[in-house]
């Protein structure tokens, strides 16, 4: 069946032509050119792509490989932090690196946990935002756990007004919002020079770091 013929969106007819060219499958030259430069551009010499007739295109390896080592390392395309994970930690929309602090990874954490489970991880988690005070932030009412932590001391936490031992020696970058006002992408400061960098923004407000 056509999919331009039944698509409800005016680019898929509008664009039929170059879409069906874009999805068409390679000429088998060319695709094997392609991979074999990838392959070389990437310095790799354990695995080639290849062909045949019985299995079809594969990646196959050169050599045998050890335990620990690296058969391939590719730049990441398109990535995403689960919405469910968004709870647990705090991490760069763009590099996944963790951000903040020890502290308020730990304060923050419990803090939802506190509003929206059971403490255990074992009751359905139903947050989705990314930030405590997000609009988008947890449903659900207290669950009384008597055990829980102190909400001020949370909150403590989450604002740098009490440190945990040894967290020095592991310093997180500063969260910064996201520039253009992206609500719950947060990142570390290195991406976000960048990212001022390719907007053209000299200086880093005081509201953009949380
Ligand atoms: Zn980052």
Excluded: W
């Excluded at 007819?13 to 390679?26: G, N, S, V």
């Excluded at 050119?33 to 045949?52: A, F, Q």
């Excluded at 945990?164 to 969260?175: A, G, K």
């Amino acid at each position: 069946m056509d999919a331009s013929s039944v698509s409800p969106c005016d680019l898929d007819r509008e664009f039929a032509l170059q879409i069906a060219q874009l999805l068409a499958t390679p000429p088998l030259q060319s695709a094997q050119e392609y991979y074999g430069e990838l392959i070389r551009s990437k310095k790799l010499d354990g695995i080639r792509v290849s062909y045949s007739g019985k299995h079809g295109k594969g990646v196959y390896a050169n050599r045998d490989f050890g335990e620990d080592d690296l058969v391939l390392k590719d730049q990441m395309l398109v990535g995403a932090q689960d919405s469910l994970n968004k709870i647990d930690c705090v991490v760069c929309s763009y590099c996944f690196h963790f951000i903040g602090s020890i502290e308020y990874q730990i304060g923050r954490r419990l803090y939802l946990q506190s509003l929206g489970g059971s403490g255990d991880g074992t009751t359905e988690r139903h947050c989705h935002g990314s930030d405590v005070g997000s609009s988008t932030g947890c449903s659900g009412a207290s669950n009384g756990n008597s055990n829980a932590v102190p909400q001020e001391v949370l909150l403590s936490l989450m604002d740098g007004n009490t440190l945990l031992p040894l967290t020095d020696q592991f310093c997180l970058p500063p969260v910064v919002a996201c520039p253009g006002g992206c609500e719950g992408e947060l990142y570390c400061r290195f991406v976000f020079l960048i990212i001022c960098e390719y907007f053209l923004i000299c200086e880093v407000a005081p509201e953009m770091i949380i």
